[in-house]
């Protein structure tokens, strides 16, 4: 019998405060990449953990509310006496475009710093998780993240989501391998390639993928579509997606993840990664990107369930 599939991430909680060009708050939700993913997974009908904290305010009761009404289990997010980390996006009321919207540690009101991670992040896995079938989504590269992935049994799937150069740009290369060396699966936005391709000295998303022998690695470039490189029968296959539909975008902050969500859950479950997979899972995390980008926020209001 299959064992139970299980998405977890780990983190801080982080809040999304969505502001007009005015700086009026339009929207305040649950954000970061590696908790919108675990969002998205779960309102597609998976069992999802989140492992991390919060601070002791409001900021954080609304976070970790989003994820709780989406059926996550929260269980193991501590509450820390600290402020919770926001991220602050400025979107332009006229002439979007996908560079336009701007994000922000600093809040655009206060100019106070909104983002400091914390180092007092649960680390071992949950009994009631062992023995399960396990996929774990990270965005960050901090110690505390490597501590728990080190603590993972080694059966468990790393799934990585690399869509911001600040999550990466302050550690060396042989810091990073650590990372790179346990991931099975790890999503590319086309706006780190540059600075991750020369921290380890090669040229492009091939080399890259030759260097790390992952699953599955796909590089993501906004309208241009996806790249999805993988293995088919010992031959590396690489493989160009470019979408037939384009729509307009009024929020593309949450693009990249409902891309990633929907790829590793067909990741997850499929039985062989080939041309087949790719078109297929292509086309449903295309789908996915455009009805996000459609809307303000990140992550879509829907009801739970539609496994695949």
């Known amino acids: 019998m299959e064992k139970e599939k299980i998405f977890i991430s780990h983190g801080d909680i982080i809040l999304d405060?969505?502001?007009?060009?005015?700086?009026?708050?339009?929207?305040?939700?649950?954000?970061?990449?590696?908790?919108?993913?675990?969002?998205?997974?779960?309102?597609?009908?998976?069992?999802?953990?989140?492992?991390?904290?919060?601070?002791?305010?409001?900021?954080?009761?609304?976070?970790?509310?989003?994820?709780?009404?989406?059926?996550?289990?929260?269980?193991?997010?501590?509450?820390?006496?600290?402020?919770?980390?926001?991220?602050?996006?400025?979107?332009?009321?006229?002439?979007?475009?996908?560079?336009?919207?701007?994000?922000?540690?600093?809040?655009?009101?206060?100019?106070?710093?909104?983002?400091?991670?914390?180092d007092n992040l649960p680390t071992k896995l949950p009994k009631e998780l062992k023995n399960k079938q396990l996929y774990v989504i990270l965005d960050k590269f901090l110690p505390i993240n490597l501590k728990f992935l080190k603590n993972m049994p080694s059966n468990c799937k790393i799934c990585l989501d690399i869509g911001h150069i600040r999550f990466f740009e302050h550690f060396t290369k042989q810091y990073l391998t650590s990372f790179f060396s346990m991931a099975n699966f790890i999503q590319l936005n086309n706006n780190v390639t540059n600075l991750l391709f020369e921290r380890f000295s090669i040229k492009n998303e091939i080399e890259f993928f030759k260097l790390f022998h992952f699953d599955l690695l796909v590089l993501t470039k906004g309208k241009n579509g996806a790249t999805f490189l993988f293995y088919d029968q010992n031959e590396l296959k690489v493989i160009n997606k470019v979408p037939e539909t384009i729509v307009d975008i009024v929020d593309s902050s949450g693009a990249g993840d409902a891309f990633f969500s929907k790829t590793l859950q067909q990741y997850a479950y499929c039985d062989k990664i080939n041309t087949n997979f790719v078109n297929k899972t292509f086309a449903l995390a295309n789908k996915a990107s455009r009805d996000i980008i459609s809307q303000i926020g990140s992550r879509k209001k829907n009801k739970i369930g539609g496994k695949l």
Not at 44 to 62: H, L, P, R, V, Y
Not at 67 to 95: C, D, F, G, Q, R
């Open 17 to 118: 405060k969505i502001y007009d060009e005015n700086l009026n708050l339009l929207k305040q939700d649950g954000g970061g990449c590696n908790w919108n993913d675990l969002y998205n997974l779960a309102i597609m009908g998976e069992t999802c953990f989140a492992i991390g904290s919060k601070g002791n305010d409001q900021e954080g009761n609304i976070a970790i509310q989003s994820l709780s009404k989406a059926n996550i289990n929260t269980n193991y997010v501590l509450t820390e006496n600290k402020k919770t980390n926001i991220m602050n996006i400025i979107i332009p009321n006229s002439n979007l475009k996908d560079n336009s919207i701007l994000h922000s540690w600093y809040s655009p009101i206060t100019n106070e710093f909104t983002m400091k991670f914390s």
